[in-house]
């Protein structure tokens, strides 16, 4: 779609008619994210200092955010599982996507309001904020889960690249939008939504959230599937299997995964403490002075929001600029292009999409350079002394995050949609031959299928083929409605097998992962590495707190180092996922 745009091609009305109707169709499919992202940026980066603002030890806050792991290992498998088998006539994903984002509202409500919930009771308050910081995290991570799983059902394989970097440009927007609202100083403008800060940010939060998903859920249509027989104890059988099915998985997505928990052991306490570690700085550098502790950190609070909103805009602007200089190793690299008019401006933009062919990288290689710039800017937190210096290390991780929240995805939906049409082209063929042992489901349940040979060895894809057997798949979806695959389905015909085969067949069928299931999958990769992230800064804090004798009201220079250790350490790990991705791209 930017390609397109950018090169210029000739078009008439309707072309550009149909490319507006595009652009409509990919901004109300990711819209949601963008109010999804808002509530995240709430959380992230006011959620420590808001328990701590309520008494709690920072080496206590590190358990607390010890939610988003377990949510993710256990809620977005389960979200996956569950919605890829949901026979709903509102389709397999609004369900899910309803109910996740009425617990996230729930939640986001008892957390601006916990002191008066409480009444005052400050062990309760405490208790109470914590509880509801876990279930956001759970409800986050089941919407989260929902809203990309309906982008890989929705668009075909050719697409998914431009699907999530228009989710990369929604997550930017919801960050931009949730740290510009944490900067200001929403009490006195908006006094009429809650009497403190955090009550305004998640009243602001739950109507963003609210109109957003209304507009994907409105706009975006889904086929519901037949409901299927299914015997008790089939979505436990279902999750226990997942992870015991994990080598059966194609190269790229295992190699994905790999990437992913390297990188997100530093991205765990960038998230979290990025805030925080900025308002440390403005704190040692403001200690003399007539301003109270809590003024003191509240202004420390506002600067860190600060530093977050410029990490927002760069990552906003990485996600707009970045996809015009990459390649999906499906697509290939951009053509040379050729000098169709001498005008200035044909020659500039000769010189531009020149430029564009030469330059451009294929996604791994891209998604390695950002974890290097994100490792060394992780690194040099260590050396940062003033919140000028701390804010602009903030703000360049903003070009890494665009690109983790855009390329995994993007090459773990075109792995999808490419496996599931090359299936569609090599299951026809066995079912002419009767020979060959196979997994199939339905093409509009936007199956991960595992090829398998006679030995039950994983089949390679190759690419042209892939490529062909995509492009046959979609003409045949829009001449006539895709064939049913699944054996108690009217229609369904398999060939005569003899009972190795059979039992080799079921065998396999129990190892089939579907996109809601491969997505939740990735998210365990990326919510391990958070596990180990939480223990380590857990334990650094409280060996601080003993050595030092500090408590949960010190702020300031030496709590600044405490982070920017615990940040120096995760870019580290960074650098192993850099060098993985790196020879992904190789």
């Known amino acids: 779609m930017i390609g397109g745009i950018i090169s210029g091609s000739p078009g008439d009305a309707s072309a550009k008619a149909s490319s507006i109707a595009e652009l409509g169709r990919y901004i109300s499919l990711t819209i949601a994210i963008a109010g999804l992202q808002f509530c995240w940026a709430v959380e992230t980066g006011f959620g420590s200092p808001y328990l701590l603002s309520l008494g709690l030890k920072k080496s206590l806050v590190s358990l607390v955010w010890l939610a988003g792991p377990l949510s993710g290992l256990i809620t977005q498998p389960l979200v996956g599982i569950f919605s890829d088998r949901c026979t709903s006539r509102f ?89 510009l609202m944490g900067f200001l100083d929403l009490a006195s403008l908006l006094p009429f939504l809650g009497s403190t800060h955090m009550q305004i940010l998640t009243t602001i939060a739950s109507v963003m959230l609210a109109i957003t998903v209304s507009i994907t859920c409105y706009c975006t249509s889904e086929t519901p599937i037949p409901p299927q027989p299914s015997a008790p104890g089939d979505g436990l059988r279902a999750f226990t299997s997942l992870y015991t099915s994990l080598g059966k998985l194609p190269t790229v997505i295992k190699d994905i995964f790999r990437i992913e928990l390297f990188a997100w052991i530093g991205w765990f306490p960038f998230l979290f403490y990025g805030t925080t570690y900025i308002a440390d700085l403005y704190v040692a550098a403001h200690e003399v002075g007539d301003a109270t502790d809590v003024e003191l950190m509240e202004r420390g609070t506002r600067a860190g929001s600060l530093a977050m909103f410029a990490h927002a805009v760069v990552s906003l602007s990485s996600s707009l600029i970045l996809p015009l ?26 010189a531009l999409l020149k430029v564009r062919a030469k330059v451009s990288v294929s996604l791994p290689t891209m998604w390695a350079i950002s ?101 046959a798949s979609e003409q045949h979806t829009s001449h006539e409605p895709a064939p049913s695959y699944h054996e108690h389905e009217p229609g369904y015909h398999r060939p005569e097998l003899d009972n190795n085969d059979r039992a080799h067949d079921e065998e396999h069928d129990k190892h089939m992962l579907s996109a809601g299931t491969i997505l ?38 030496q709590h600044a180092q405490q982070i920017a250790l615990v940040m120096c350490l995760g870019g580290i790990s960074a650098a192993g996922g850099a060098y993985f991705s790196w020879k992904l791209g190789c």
């Open 91 to 179: 389709g397999r994903r609004r369900p899910f996507i309803v109910g996740s984002v009425i617990c996230t509202i729930l939640c986001l409500t008892v957390v601006g309001w916990t002191r008066e919930i409480a009444g005052g009771h400050e062990t309760l308050t405490i208790w109470m904020a914590v509880i509801s910081f876990y279930f956001l995290d759970f409800a986050i991570n089941a919407l989260q889960g929902s809203l990309r799983s309906l982008i890989v059902d929705v668009l075909p394989a050719a697409r998914q690249d431009a699907g999530t970097a228009w989710a990369a440009r929604m997550i930017g927007i919801g960050n931009v939008s949730g740290y």
């Open 371 to 471: 974890l290097v710039l994100f490792s060394v800017a992780m690194v040099l937190t260590l050396a940062a002394s003033s919140v000028a210096f701390g804010s602009v290390l903030i703000a360049v991780c903003g070009i890494a995050w665009a690109v983790v929240m855009w390329i995994p995805f993007s090459m773990i939906g075109e792995s999808i949609r490419i496996t599931s049409s090359q299936q569609q082209s090599q299951q026809e063929m066995r079912d002419i031959s009767g020979n060959g042992s196979y997994m199939r489901v339905s093409s509009d349940d936007i199956a991960m299928e595992v090829i398998y040979d006679q030995s039950g060895h994983d089949a390679e894809l190759d690419r042209r083929g892939s490529e062909h057997s995509s492009s």
């Open 520 to 557: 939740g999958v990735h998210n365990v990769s990326c919510v391990i590495p958070q596990f180990v992230s939480a223990f380590t800064s857990s334990l650094i804090f409280a060996v601080f707190e003993h050595i030092q004798g500090t408590g949960p009201d010190e702020v300031g220079g």
């Open 325 to 350: 200089f990459s390649y999906s190793l499906v697509v290939g690299r951009p053509p040379h292009p050729q000098l169709s008019n001498a005008t200035v401006l044909g020659r500039l933009k000769y």
